[in-house]
């Protein structure tokens, strides 16, 4: 049982590049989502899933997509970075009535 | 919407002693989650403590406890012992009980950074 896994870790990517943050999990939770957290701005939530085959805006969803073909599967595509998407991302998952389990983050850099 | 709201950026506690982090949020609704999460340096996020609305006990974990007043909707942490490790920010966050599209979201506090003097 591996929680929630991201990757990259670490990226770094010029103004107008496309890229695609992975995120899985083996818990077979409903619930997924992206939050991105910047200094003195807390976590806010990009995108979320209930399930497959739905997914919805969070507060900050404009220049991010995301899709969810499979339970485990909830990638987050950047169409064109810009510097404003410099951030750290987290895909967080859950259930109803527990708890939601964080993955270890993607630190971005846009230059 | 509901908000939280972590009105100190920033605290600072002698090892071994006791502190106390505040969180205010603000709903219209009656059956929700708190929760404080911690991070550390590597990012990670923790959870430290989790209370159910419903709950009027006050939930404990170890050396973390919280004072939940539901009425003046208020959510503080209290860090007993406080140990070098416990440096890191601390975020409250809340959660619907309502478990419908975006009401199954967190809402986040802006944290507050936590140092421990040894």
């Known amino acids: 049982n591996a929680g929630v896994t991201q990757t990259p870790k670490f990226q770094v990517l010029k103004t107008g590049q496309s890229m695609t943050l992975q995120c899985a999990q083996d818990?077979?939770?409903?619930?997924m989502s992206w939050y991105r957290q910047d200094p003195g701005m807390g976590l806010r939530l990009i995108h979320y899933?209930?399930?497959?085959?739905?997914?919805d805006q969070g507060e900050v969803p404009n220049g991010y997509n995301v899709s969810r073909s499979t339970t485990e599967d909830f990638p987050l595509r950047l169409l064109s970075a810009a510097p404003s998407q410099t951030s750290v991302y987290f895909c967080?998952?859950?259930?109803?009535?527990?708890?939601?389990?964080f993955g270890p983050g993607t630190r971005l850099t846009v230059t | 919407a509901q908000t939280v709201t972590q009105s100190q950026p920033e605290m600072s506690v002698q090892e071994a002693e006791t502190v106390t982090l505040s969180c205010t949020y603000d709903?219209?609704?009656?059956?929700?989650?708190l929760f404080w999460y911690k991070q550390p340096p590597s990012r990670q996020m923790i959870l430290v403590i989790r209370?159910?609305?419903?709950?009027?006990q006050n939930a404990t974990e170890n050396r973390f406890s919280v004072n939940f007043q539901k009425a003046a909707k208020s959510f503080s942490l209290k860090i007993s012992d406080s140990q070098l490790g416990d440096a890191a920010m601390y975020f409250c966050?809340?959660?619907?009980?309502?478990?419908?599209?975006?009401?199954?979201?967190?809402?986040f506090g802006k944290g507050i950074t936590l140092s421990v003097r040894p």
């Open positions: 967080v998952s859950g259930t109803r009535r527990r708890e939601q389990y």
């Open positions: 818990m077979n939770h409903e619930y």
């Open positions: 899933s209930v399930g497959a085959g739905i997914t």
């Open positions: 709903t219209s609704e009656s059956d929700y989650y």
């Open positions: 209370q159910e609305a419903y709950k009027q």
């Open positions: 966050a809340y959660r619907s009980d309502n478990y419908t599209g975006a009401n199954s979201k967190l809402t």
